[in-house]
Nanobody, 126 residues
Framework: QLQLVESGGGLVQPGGSLRLSCAAS????????IGWFRQAPGKEREGVSC????????NHADSVKGRFTISRDNAKNTVYLQMNSLKPEDAAVYFC???????????????????WGQGTQVTVSS
């Protein structure tokens, strides 16, 4: 059974950076599309970034384009979300998720994913 564990969250000032990690066990991570999602209090869970299986095609929500980068280290079976120029509105619990999609694309729609991690808190505040 695929298990995902997020880490790397914390408190950062506006304009700062964080790198989140999504470590997988139970199956090679590059066989799956991996998505990062976030949920702020009182809001719906929204897709942030994703990376497709095998080919590693990436996709980002407009709100994070140019600031967030998703990448994968197959040797470590880990997907990363590098977050730069953080804003207060980026504060949320961040989740990674795994789903089965084509190698040529990935979706940031939560319905495309069926295995989820427990989340890691990101706080952006001065």
């Amino acid at each position: 059974q695929l298990q995902l564990v997020e880490s790397g969250g914390g408190l950062v000032q506006p304009g700062g950076s964080l790198r989140l990690s999504c470590a997988a066990s139970g199956f090679p991570l590059n066989f799956y599309a991996i998505g990062w999602f976030r949920q702020a209090p009182g809001k719906e869970r929204e897709g942030v970034s994703c990376i497709s299986s095998i080919r590693g095609i990436t996709n980002h929500a407009d709100s994070v384009k140019g600031r967030f980068t998703i990448s994968r280290d197959n040797a470590k079976n880990t997907v990363y979300l590098q977050m730069n120029s953080l804003k207060p509105e980026d504060a949320a619990v961040y989740f990674c998720a795994a789903g089965s999609t084509s190698q040529a694309m990935c979706s940031i729609n939560r319905s495309s994913y069926d295995s989820w991690g427990q989340g890691t808190q990101v706080t952006v505040s001065s």
